[in-house]
C-alpha cells in the first residue's frame, strides 16, 4: 500500500506542479519579492527596490515609476549592466487602453502596443509610457544605495545575490504580479 502511495505522488506529482506553475509576486509595499506555486511560498526575498517615482498603474517615460499589474517575462540578459537582467511585457493591453483614456498615448501608440501583444510579440518600448521595465539586479551599482533608496527608473531591482537566486525560477512567460 505504502509503494502504491509513494508511486501515485511520483506520477501525479509534475502533473499538479505544470497545472500549478511558479509565478513571482513582488509585493512594493513590504518591499518583498516572492516565488510562489500551488498557495505555498517557494522564495522570498526581502529589501527589493523599486522606481525612484514611487509606483503607478500608468507610467510615463520618464517619470521612474514602476508599473503595477500583472506581466509576463518576455526577455533575459544575463550580460546585463545590472547584473542579470528579466524584462516584462509592459505596457500591457489594459495599461495602453487606460493611458489611451487618459489622453497619455494616441490611438497610433494604442493600436501599435494592441497589435504587438497579439502577435505575441514585445510590446512597443518607445511610445510615451516608456518600457524596459524588468527585474534586475545591482551589478557594479553601490549597496547602500540600493539598501537606502528607491533608485531605479520602473524596474524592480534586487542585490546581485538575489537575482541569482530568482533566476532558476524565472523563464520566459513566468508570471509576474508587482502589487
Known amino acids: 500500500m505504502l509503494v502504491r502511495c509513494l508511486l501515485t505522488l511520483l506520477l501525479f506529482a509534475p502533473m499538479s506542479l505544470m497545472a500549478n506553475p511558479a509565478w513571482v509576486l513582488v509585493d512594493t509595499q513590504n518591499q518583498t519579492v516572492s516565488v510562489l506555486q500551488a498557495g505555498q511560498t517557494l522564495l522570498q526575498l ?3 527596490a523599486f522606481g525612484r517615482g514611487g ?3 500608468v507610467r510615463l517615460r520618464g517619470d521612474g ?3 503595477l499589474g500583472s506581466f509576463h517575462i518576455v526577455s533575459i540578459n544575463r550580460n546585463s549592466p545590472f547584473h542579470l537582467y528579466f524584462g516584462l511585457n509592459y505596457p500591457t493591453v489594459e495599461q495602453a487602453a487606460a493611458g489611451y483614456v487618459q489622453g497619455l498615448i494616441d490611438k497610433d501608440a494604442f493600436d501599435e502596443i494592441v497589435q504587438a501583444i497579439t ?6 518600448q518607445d511610445t510615451p509610457l516608456g518600457g524596459y521595465i524588468g527585474i534586475h ?3 557594479n551599482g553601490s549597496l547602500k544605495v540600493h539598501q537606502r533608496f528607491n533608485w531605479t527608473q520602473g524596474c524592480v531591482a534586487l542585490t546581485n545575490e538575489q537575482i541569482e537566486k530568482l533566476a532558476p525560477w524565472l523563464a520566459i512567460g513566468t508570471r509576474v504580479v508587482i502589487q
Do not use: H
Not at 502577435?119 to 512597443?124: A, C, L, S
Open 46 to 48: 526581502k529589501g527589493a
Open 55 to 57: 509606483v503607478s498603474d
Open 65 to 67: 515609476r514602476t508599473p
Open 119 to 124: 502577435e505575441g510579440r514585445v510590446p512597443p
Open 137 to 139: 539586479g545591482v551589478g
